[in-house]
């Protein structure tokens, strides 16, 4: 007996795997592409990337001076839990080879100026020399630097990205964070709100 004939334009098993791996990508990219329309129509800033970190105690600062930074003939010290025990501080991830960086820096040079604040700075993955052009061309703001060479530092940080800046209070509890250089708008509506409210009675 012969077997019966199959339909020629009915697709077999294989064909349909076959299929549904040529389309996939396809399928993937019309997802991915409406979460990108949701976010743009929500008007929700994708920079704004909460962090689990924000209210819990910050990490452990224990990093190498960035050796050559002086300030006023003294050598600016390393950034270390010591350096900012017991102060409202402002840690700022940055590097040399970073634009954003350098163009949020003449906030951090106004920043530096605030009494209520200690101004830091932590080094990422970046050359030494080329860290100390950057500060001496643009001017240091930063009360005392570590170097974080290989990244570990932000790891534990929790960094997406560089610049990225951190208030932690005086009891070393982390109480904001900017992803990205700080705008005036984001100095305006974020942090010196921030600020404030770790400084009111009671805070």
Known sequence: MNAPMKDPGTPQPASRRRLVIAFLPLVLFIALSGVFLYQLGSGKNASEIPSVLIGSKAPSLDLAPLEGLVEDGKAVPALTDAAIDGKL?????????CVPCRQEHPILLELARDPRIMLVGINYKDKTENALRFLGELGNPFA???IDPNGKAAIDWGVYGVPETYLVAPDGKI????????TIDALREKLLPAIEKAMAPGA
Do not use: C, E, T
């Open 175 to 182: 109480l904001f964070k900017q992803i990205g250089p700080f």
């Open 89 to 97: 501080a402002l840690i700022n991830v940055w590097a040399s080879w």
């Open 144 to 146: 005392a630097v570590g």
